[in-house]
């Protein structure tokens, strides 16, 4: 009887768990099934009618690049991040498609950098010039979408909503006040009067050349938006300026947007959803013929995608430049990478797309060469600078055939910094001493918990003194100038892409499909494929190896909200190696 129990208690136990195991099993091939089948882009349910619009939504985030799906987003049912790449890639297609008749932009309050907006105002500006129309709605415009939305054919507006006009400003974090409050120093050391990427943790407000600087790119790019807002609306540039200093956007009665024809007119939704039908040739009682532009892609025949002998790689470098690791422009990763290309055969030129602010110096370097080897293997080597390419992003782009800009890019601040916090007296405060014994004077340095003595500050500044020397010589050699003209428009100062172009810091003024076009030009190239790198991942298993950091990272975004921005920029500043070559943190708004 005893026996009989045992074993048809076994037998259950053995039956639940393997229950357990099948469901989970099953779990995992049918989520892997879902995430593989997004990232790959495979969705053989999208169908294109004709006379069908393309509808691309301004909201979130917009990346330079989706490298892979996040996959907590899954979990959650949200939306696929967007991605600048996608954006342009879609537009293009659109463009060429008898299917589409045009595009409804919809405007939610994206966030994204100046020249992220331009490259997309500036696609879309190319599919309008095919004869195909945009409409553009919004219950209310933030300035940087209006600023996309202004090139369309029809602008319009909530009846209760506003358009946000005001110029632009640049907000700088500083810690000074907290690092005095938990008794850490930030020792720095470093070459360039404007390099004040040091400034937020010995200052509490901006020194004057850093005032000065940001000043003048702020001035230019904010006309550079005026004038392309000017080209499209024929509004003078005068009365930009006087709506923004007047606060116009806060008046509470839209009717003036109309009058000053920043809109075409005053709609709800589905006012502007009739009217899209009406454009296509539908009775008001059809669903609207539309095709998100993600999905369109799945099935668009997208430029230069096809398979073809002649390849063109584009390798995306955005981020953070850092020594090791597997987020952003990472020299452990790319480098390899680089290598692998120039001794690829098929693929016979490149593209290295920037949107980097800087980083560790050191990678820069390894970068720099690895970039030169490719260059030594007779292959063309063009560079494309997003928002940011400035400091370790110019040093890694110094050396190219060819440097491309958008007018509003910032870049240069050739300058090298070091910098070491001290929290002697933080460990003072609550009670806790260090004490070392050591054969040799210096044999702890650099060290966390002791200042600097005389000789070791001598010593770090030598080195920063000889990186900025090895930059700015990287500079001359890459732009065919002087070393010494360098220096002069170098310390560490930030200029927008206009300017850089006159001081021969860029070649050309153009985005990322100019760079290409060109480069496939001078290879004569009548066909080529372009080929993307570095490749996202494939495997289930690679998305779900980073799940954990995903939804750490995404519990510290919530928890900390707005403040967000500013953590993750002290805990980077924190946590970098000593030699960095990097512009501030800014806020563009």
């Not at 892979?68 to 696929?80: K, P, Q």
């Not at 992220?116 to 415009?141: C, E, H, P, Q």
């Not at 806060?250 to 009739?274: H, T």
């Not at 428009?489 to 860029?506: S, Y």
């Amino acid at each position: 009887m005893l026996k009989n129990f045992f074993i048809s208690m076994l037998g259950a136990l053995t039956a639940f768990w393997i229950s357990i195991m099948l469901l989970f099993i099953f779990g995992v091939i049918f989520a892997a099934g879902t995430i593989v089948s997004a990232i790959g882009g495979i969705n053989e349910s999208v169908k294109v009618d004709k006379n069908s619009v393309v509808y691309l939504p301004l909201s979130g985030l917009i990346e330079e690049r989706q490298t892979a799906v996040e996959f907590a987003a899954f979990l959650n049912n949200e939306d696929r991040p967007a991605s600048l790449d996608d954006m342009l890639r879609a537009i293009s297609a659109a463009k060429g498609d008898d299917r589409i008749k045009g595009i409804f932009l919809d405007c939610r309050g994206a966030s994204a950098g100046v020249a992220t907006r331009m490259a997309v105002r500036r696609a879309l500006s190319d599919f309008k010039s095919s004869g195909k129309w945009i409409v553009a709605y919004a219950d209310n415009y933030t300035q940087g979408d209006y600023y996309v939305a202004s090139v369309a054919n029809n602008i319009y507006l909530n009846p209760v909503g506003m358009v946000d006009i005001r110029g632009l400003g640049s907000s700088v974090p500083f810690f000074k006040g907290l690092l005095d409050k938990l008794g850490v120093e930030m020792q720095i050391i470093k070459v360039g009067t404007y390099k004040s990427a040091v400034e937020p943790f010995i200052l509490t407000s901006m020194s004057e050349p850093s005032r000065e600087q940001t000043s003048v790119f702020l001035n230019n790019i904010w006309g550079q938006l005026t004038s392309d807002i000017h080209a499209s609306r024929n509004i003078s540039v005068a009365n930009l300026n006087l709506m923004a200093d007047s606060l116009t956007s806060f008046s509470g009665n839209a009717d003036i947007f109309v009058d000053n024809k920043l809109v075409d007119g005053l709609k709800y939704r589905r006012e502007v959803e009739a009217f899209l039908k009406e454009k296509l040739g539908q009775k008001k009682d059809d669903s609207l013929k539309s095709v998100d532009y993600y999905s369109y892609l799945q099935v668009a025949d997208v430029p230069h995608e096809k398979s073809e002998k002649n390849k063109i790689a584009v390798y995306y470098a955005f981020g953070d430049i850092v020594d090791t690791g597997t987020q952003g422009i990472s020299a452990q990763q790319m480098v390899p990478d680089i290598i692998n290309l120039a001794e690829d055969d098929d693929i016979k030129a490149m593209v290295l797309r920037v949107n980097s602010g800087g980083g560790s110096a050191f990678a820069s370097e390894q970068i720099w060469e690895a970039l030169g080897y490719f260059k030594s293997k007779g292959k063309k080597l063009y560079v494309s600078m997003g928002d940011y390419a400035a400091s370790g992003g110019y040093y890694i782009s110094c050396g190219a055939d060819k440097i491309y800009a958008e007018p509003v890019t910032l870049t240069g601040s050739i300058g090298i910094f070091g910098m070491i916090p001290c929290i002697k007296q933080l460990t003072g405060n609550i009670g806790v001493n260090f004490d070392f014994v050591t054969t040799n004077p210096n044999a702890a340095f650099p060290t966390i918990m002791e200042p600097m003595t005389p000789l070791q500050r001598n010593v770090m500044q030598g080195e920063v003194n000889a990186g900025y020397e090895l930059f700015t010589k990287r500079c001359a050699d890459g732009r065919h100038m002087p070393q010494d003209s360098i220096k002069v428009i170098g310390e560490g100062r930030v200029w927008d892409g206009i300017a850089a172009k006159k001081l021969g810091l860029v070649d050309t003024l153009g985005g990322l499909d100019m760079a290409v076009a060109d480069l496939a030009k001078v290879m004569n190239f009548k066909k080529y494929q372009v080929v993307s790198y570095p490749a996202p991942p494939k495997s289930f298993w690679d998305v779900l190896s980073d799940f954990d950091q995903q939804m750490k990272l995404r519990a510290v975004r919530e928890e900390l909200g707005p403040v967000y921005p500013l953590f993750r920029e002290y805990k980077t500043m924190m946590e970098m190696s000593p030699l960095q070559a990097r512009v501030p943190f800014m806020i563009i708004d």
